[in-house]
Each structure stands twice: as C-alpha cells, then as structure tokens.
Nanobody, 124 residues
C-alpha cells in the first residue's frame, strides 16, 4: 500500500482545508486509514481514523471540527478541517494499518504504511 497525501497550505484562523490521501495498491476490508499530525517541537498526535468498510474514530477533542471520510471509488481518504486555529499548524500524515481494534488506532506504531505528510499552516 502506498499513500500520497495532499491538500495542505496556508489558511487564516477560522478557515477550512480538506486534506486528501490517495491509497495505491491493494485495499482490503480490514484496512484502517489514520490521520496523524506533528507540530514543530511536539510528538506526533492522533487525529482520527476510518475503517475502509465503515466507522470513524477521533482522538482527543478532534471530533467536531475535524471529520474523516473516504471515497472507495477513488481510493481516497479525506480529512476535512473546519474552524482552524493556529495551534492546528502541523505536518499532517495519513497512514495505513490493518485489523486494528479501536483502542489501538491512536498508536502510530500500529500503522505500517505512511504518506509523506502535508504541511498545514494556520495564521492568526
């Protein structure tokens, strides 16, 4: 599985961005696609995940402003980010894992394949 993330950029606080992650290679029903982010000087943080079949899960207080979806026909997973804040500035990564239970989705070590990351900068 190869992943290609895109959609990052510079946005003002309060604005929105939608990140995309194209999945190449074989997909399977127990694939789990995760989104993580890493701000400068901080550890990588779990944003959320989606099962290829169904079900989305969010980390911490991500739900509400962030939403994850996928388009099976396009083999693409999306991260919609609304009401962005300067503290959302980070490199955002998509990652692929398999057969993950909900309690393990927030652990980056459980994701085998990673995209290259896309930078999101939110200005105040």
């Amino acid at each position: 599985v190869q992943l290609q993330a895109s959609g990052g950029g510079l946005v003002q606080a309060g604005g929105s961005l939608r990140l995309s992650c194209v999945v190449s290679g074989r997909t399977f029903s127990d694939l789990v696609m995760g989104w993580f982010r890493q701000a400068p000087g901080k550890e990588r943080e779990f944003v959320g995940a989606i099962r290829w079949t169904a079900g989305t899960y969010y980390g911490g207080n991500m739900k509400g402003r962030f939403s994850i979806s996928r388009d099976k026909a396009k083999n693409t997973v999306y991260l919609q980010m609304n009401s962005l804040k300067p503290e959302d500035t980070a490199v955002y990564y998509c990652a692929a894992g398999a057969r993950l239970i909900v309690s393990s989705m927030n652990d980056e070590r459980n994701y085998k394949n990673w995209g290259q990351g896309t930078l999101v900068t939110v200005s105040s």
